[in-house]
């Protein structure tokens, strides 16, 4: 049996994501994975002005995710600005409902 091909890229946001974002944002089981700073409840505009904040941020730190050419989920890279933190860095994700459980399914 062929596996049907899957292509999975990382790119910039673009504004025309927000409807999408929003959407999946608002997927109550997907709101435990977003960083503290991401709008939960999500609207339009909370999206509109994430994706903006993304695209304007020298370097680009966050990425959506995208499964065969459709936007899934974000994830970046965050600097921590907390002495006491004993990473530089943390990482912030997430991703639909159906990709999160194919993501977390055993081998």
């Known amino acids: 049996m062929n596996k049907p091909e899957t292509s999975v890229e990382l790119r910039s946001f673009r504004l025309s994501d927000a409807v999408r974002l929003a959407f999946l944002a608002n997927n ?7 960083r503290d700073g991401f709008p939960l409840p999500c609207s339009l505009k909370d999206a509109e002005i ?10 680009q730190t966050v990425f959506a995710i995208l499964f065969d050419k459709e936007l ?21 994700k997430f991703v639909d409902e159906i990709r999160f459980a194919l993501i977390n399914t055993p081998k």
């Open 72 to 92: 899934r989920g974000s994830i970046g890279l965050f600097k921590k600005e907390d002495v006491f933190d004993k990473a530089v860095y943390k990482n912030g």
């Open 50 to 59: 994430f994706i903006d904040n993304c695209m304007k941020k020298k370097p």
């Open 28 to 34: 109550k089981k997907i709101w435990v994975n977003p």
